[in-house]
């Protein structure tokens, strides 16, 4: 299938939003009939149908809220920082929670998604729960799939050598965002 490449401002935006919605809606339509696939596998009992993996600085004002928006209106709730968290909850464990719980996982790659240890071990558990049947509809904004994939471009190296040494860390990080970056999903282009 690939990656679907949209270019055009705020329409596109608006499209790939569309395009979530529709998938998402008809994804929680098919795992509501087969729910006992969803209980086998621990997953799907939460409140949020879908976990959104994103580097604030990057996506929260642009992209992001127009696709929330767009959610929201299909009647689809989606767990993000600001919304899903509640003073006092214990952040790592809230997230481990709300993404083994949702039905389906969007990663939105940006250029400053690898410099947070949060979306890194995000995706780590993303990908993790894909085994057992979690649908993982990646976004490509601004950077190429082939970017996320290799460490030398997407400022990705050097944001992986801040956060230190640890070699089986960085080795789970690389496994996920190779993986992931091979998955059909949209690609949001810089010239957008």
Avoid at 109 to 120: G, M
Wanted: charged content about 20%.
């Amino acid at each position: 299938m690939g990656s679907v490449m949209i270019t055009k401002g705020k329409a596109w935006v608006l499209t790939v939003a569309a395009t979530i919605t529709i998938a998402a809606t008809i994804t929680i339509a098919a795992a509501a009939a087969s729910s006992s696939e969803c209980m086998s596998s621990g997953g799907c009992q939460g409140s949020f149908y879908i976990f959104i993996s994103f580097h604030g600085k990057d996506v929260r004002n642009a992209f992001l809220s127009h696709l929330l928006q767009a959610l929201e209106h299909a009647g689809i709730r989606a767990y993000v920082d600001t919304t899903g968290l509640s003073k006092g909850d214990d952040i790592a464990q809230s997230l481990g929670e709300a993404i083994r719980n949702s039905r389906i996982a969007i990663p939105i790659f940006s250029l400053n998604y690898a410099s947070s240890r949060w979306c890194l071990n995000e995706l780590v558990q993303i990908m993790d729960c894909r085994k057992w049947g979690k649908l993982v509809m990646p976004v490509f904004y601004r950077v190429e799939p082939w970017e996320v994939r290799r460490p030398t471009t997407y400022s990705l190296e050097k944001a992986l050598a801040s956060h230190g040494n640890d070699s089986e860390v960085r080795t789970r990080w690389m496994k996920a965002l190779s993986d992931a970056s091979r998955l059909s999903g949209w690609h949001l282009d810089a010239n957008g």
